[in-house]
């Protein structure tokens, strides 16, 4: 979504009369082609989560299943559960009951853009389903349950109140919404922003919230007001030409429909209605669908979040027609943003729109990374895993996981904010902005925290297999394995993970992720006994044994610290130690200047310039303090830094001659120290005299500034 220019008054428009839904096509399913099919159709569907499809080599476990232990991660969770708890539901409702012409018992609407007049309202009252669900799930606390059945019950109230008197009427019985059905008319004769807003992805949102509310939370009724909203899209959509709904998609913000593709085919699985898999494949953006298909990036120039989430609807249309076009996609579009559009924290986009490939340190400011793309791009990855288990897949949700969503909560108790944040800069001397109560960040930060344990754990298709994908303190309970396995850790901080197992005994394949920034190595024993198995930086490690309560697995995963380039501008940096980006805390609006090379020893350790702190996890280095950015709070920082080496210089030792760089933007210093550790003082002065001898090859040093390096290298004491 993107920031309202103003508050907006409602259009007092009257709404006309859609034309009469054709009957539902029949789509063939992956289901059926493997012999199964999702729950039959029906007017009451059992209560429970969205069924697993047979597309999936691996499977999640239920938000329930896994319990978060002590840490930051648990800490951050209880802060939102607090505004869960507090926050009135009629104020959510308000929005809703106007609408409906109900009485909205003196509750005033949330704010921001959840106002009685807004042109987004409604959305935020989904979100704030999901968020009572996800917290009913991993708590069990009555009041919660209570809670989501009022707000569902009074959703219903509204949808049956539209449905009988509403004014407009609404052209089907399933329509809900907190505004009239007007600017899903106008949508369809092509309005822009900021005549209307998105009331597609306003309508995603409420259909999410219910959905959850009924596979998280056990509310049938849920899932029959959803059903319901459903048939009103088949209604409205399905007879509309492709042609006219490539055009409809294509506007911005005005067509942004966000994971209405995804919801839809979640309800097809869970009714078996073909209506309503007919009307997920009503939301095929086309045009950039098939260009991602073929690999084509044309992303640059596009609003980033509302295109992530359609990639994941993408993946749950492939699970029901078994379209090779949409999972190809999917993966396409994912490499696209990660691998040339990603800052350090794990985000993407400036001002909401993606850049072009590789455009870092060229669109560092103060409106990076919206936190609603990385929600979704997180969701996107997990999904992807489930089809293909890849390691980079979780090495980049542990990135984004950690360094922006975890670090996107105010550290800061409130129960009249959710205290999230909406863009986090990148720029030198930005702050955090917290609050953004009634945005779409607001609305996705709500559930952020309340879900950090849905991707720790999974376990493949047939059952014999554990994925240990985070390393956060946790509990998994597997009822089907009979397995509860504890998991002790400090993680974002250093230290040894411990896996225990509690209950349960057979034979498992335990599959450890080392993390691509484990190169300091990762060392794993059982029950005392150390392993042997190969353990790659960017893969998984398989233990594989039957497995007796009481057996102990530890895991040693030592950090380091590295740094992180740019890649429109290699000395534009950021430092990590291990998983975690830390940011120099400065409120200096220029970037500030770093030299590292001239520190280090024959190692070749950034320890040797950036020493540690007072507290855990928090360094020093040219004076400032480097902090680990998941700590929720307002101080400026910088996320990078300006590296300047302008000579060559070993220790105290310096050459003058420049420290020239390669096409690719590194230098002659970069590459040699690349190479560290070096054993022994011979071994450093014969990889300079090499490595000079290649740029003097390469027309970088004269003969003359060959010389005088090595000769500088010779005479250098760089001792461990």
Request: glycine share 10%.
């Amino acid at each position: 979504m993107s920031h309202p220019p103003s508050r907006r008054h409602a259009l007092r428009l009257a709404a006309g009369a859609a034309a009469a839904a054709p009957l539902a096509t029949a789509v063939p399913t992956a289901q059926a082609a493997a012999g199964t099919a999702p729950a039959a159709a029906s007017s009451r569907v059992t209560a429970g989560p969205v069924p697993v499809p047979d597309t999936w080599s691996v499977r999640p476990f239920p938000l329930d299943g896994v319990t978060l232990g002590d840490g930051v991660f648990r800490r951050k969770r209880d802060l939102m559960l607090g505004y869960a708890r507090s926050y009135p539901a009629d104020r959510i409702l308000a929005v809703f009951r106007a609408n409906a012409g109900l009485d909205t018992r003196g509750a005033r609407p949330p704010g921001g853009w959840e106002t009685s007049d807004g042109n987004l309202r409604g959305h935020y009252g989904g979100h704030f389903l999901t968020l009572i669900a996800q917290g009913y799930a991993d708590t069990r606390e009555a009041a919660l349950k209570t809670k989501l059945d009022y707000l569902v019950g009074a959703l219903g109230e509204c949808q049956k109140a539209l449905a009988d008197h509403g004014s407009p009427k609404p052209s089907h019985p399933g329509f809900l919404a907190a505004y009239p059905e007007t600017q899903f008319i106008l949508l369809e004769s092509y309005t822009t922003y900021p005549t209307i807003w998105a009331p597609y992805y306003t309508c995603h949102k409420i259909m999410r919230g219910l959905l959850d509310a009924h596979t998280l939370g056990g509310n049938q009724q849920a899932l029959e007001i959803a059903s319901g909203m459903g048939d009103w899209v088949h209604s409205r959509l399905g007879h509309l030409p492709a042609a006219q709904l490539e055009r409809m998609w294509s506007i911005y913000i005005a067509g942004e429909y966000g994971g209405m593709n995804e919801v839809l085919a979640d309800l097809y699985a869970l009714t078996g209605r073909a209506e309503h898999l007919a009307a997920a494949r009503c939301f095929d953006n086309t045009a950039l669908l098939k260009a991602c298909a073929e690999n084509r990036d044309i992303l640059e120039g596009r609003h980033a979040n509302q295109h992530v989430p359609q990639f994941t609807g993408y993946l749950r249309l492939f699970d029901h027609t078994a379209k090779q076009e949409y999972s190809t996609a999917a993966r396409n579009f994912w490499g696209m943003v990660t691998g040339s559009r990603m800052y350090s924290l794990g985000g993407t986009g400036e001002g909401e729109m993606f850049r072009a490939r590789g455009a870092i340190a060229a669109t560092l400011d103060d409106k990076n990374a919206e936190t609603c793309a990385t929600y979704n791009m997180l969701k996107l990855t997990r999904q992807l895993f489930f089809h293909q288990p890849d390691p980079a897949y979780m090495d980049y949700y542990e990135r984004g996981l950690t360094n922006h969503i975890l670090a996107s909560r105010r550290d800061a108790a409130a129960t009249d904010s959710p205290e999230v944040t909406y863009f986090v800069g990148m720029g030198p001397g930005v702050r955090r902005e917290f609050d953004n109560t009634g945005t779409c960040c607001g609305g996705t930060g709500m559930e952020n925290h309340t879900k950090y344990q849905d991707s720790v754990y999974f376990r493949s298709a047939d059952g014999n297999a554990l994925y240990v994908n985070l390393y956060l303190a946790s509990t998994l309970r597997w009822p089907e394995r009979g397995f509860v396995i504890e998991q002790t850790s400090d993680f974002p901080a250093e230290g040894v993970r411990t896996l225990t197992f509690r209950e349960g005994s057979g034979r498992l394949d335990l599959k450890l992720r080392v993390p691509v920034w484990a190169t300091a190595g990762f060392t794993v024993t059982v029950n005392g006994v150390r392993q042997r198995a190969a353990a790659e930086p960017g893969s998984y490690l398989s233990l594989s044994r039957d497995w007796r309560p009481g057996d102990r697995v530890r895991i040693s995963a030592p950090y380091s610290l590295r740094i992180e380039r740019a890649l429109d501008d290699p000395a534009v940096q950021s430092v990590f130690y291990g998983p975690v980006l830390l940011t120099a805390q400065s409120q200096e609006t220029q970037f500030r200047v770093f030299s590292f090379y001239k520190n280090f020893t024959l190692r070749g350790d950034l320890a040797d310039a950036i020493k540690p702190g007072s507290r855990p996890m928090y360094f020093t280095t040219h004076g400032l303090t480097l902090a680990p950015f998941y700590v929720g709070d307002v101080a400026p920082y910088h996320a990078y830094f300006k590296r300047s080496e302008p000579t060559v210089v070993f220790g105290t030792t310096d050459s003058r001659v420049p420290n020239r760089a390669r096409g690719n933007g590194l230098t002659f210093l970069d590459v040699l120290w690349a190479q560290a550790p070096f054993a022994t003082s011979g071994s450093f002065v014969q990889a300079v005299r090499t490595l000079a001898d290649t740029w003097l090859s390469e027309g970088l040093f004269s003969r003359t500034e060959r010389d005088s390096v090595v000769a500088a290298a010779v005479g250098a004491d760089l001792r461990h």
